[in-house]
């Protein structure tokens, strides 16, 4: 199954943003194990270093994104998804790209706090908390 993580999932494990770090990190432990592939797009990283050096210093920040990189693969972001992302009908220009770039690269699921932001979206999002239980339902 592939997923898209939304930066706010990352940033959850990055700050320890309780109470939604204990549902990120079980997804990002199912990412690790292979039985998951995790994506991101490449804004989401330097979105990611941005709000992490602001909080937690330059090392750490730095530390944190060579961690994520061996565990998620990224996806470009060209012309051609910013030209979508923006004749989208999604509310925060971010979250578009996001979409169009799931869309593009066969993406199941958007794994996101926000799922009213990806309302209009092609690709369908969901909670870490529910997509984790749709994945332990299926076992």
């Known amino acids: 199954m592939r997923l898209l993580i939304d930066t706010n999932i990352i940033l959850d494990i990055a700050l320890y943003r309780e109470p939604f770090y204990k549902y990120s990190a079980n997804l990002f432990k199912r990412i690790d194990n292979i039985t998951i592939f995790g994506f991101v797009t490449a804004n989401t990283v330097t979105d990611i270093y941005y709000i992490a050096k602001k909080d937690k210093g330059y090392s750490i920040a730095i530390e944190f994104i060579g961690n994520l990189v061996q565990i998620v693969d990224i996806l470009g972001i060209d012309k ?29 699921f958007i794994i996101t706090r926000n799922i009213r932001d990806f309302k209009d979206s ?6 870490p908390i529910d997509f984790l239980n749709l994945v332990l339902k299926n076992k």
């Open 80 to 108: 051609k998804i910013i030209l979508e992302a923006l004749a989208a009908n999604l509310i925060d220009f971010e979250d578009s790209i996001q979409s169009v770039a799931s869309g593009i690269n066969g993406i199941d």
């Open 122 to 127: 092609s690709v369908k999002a969901i909670t």
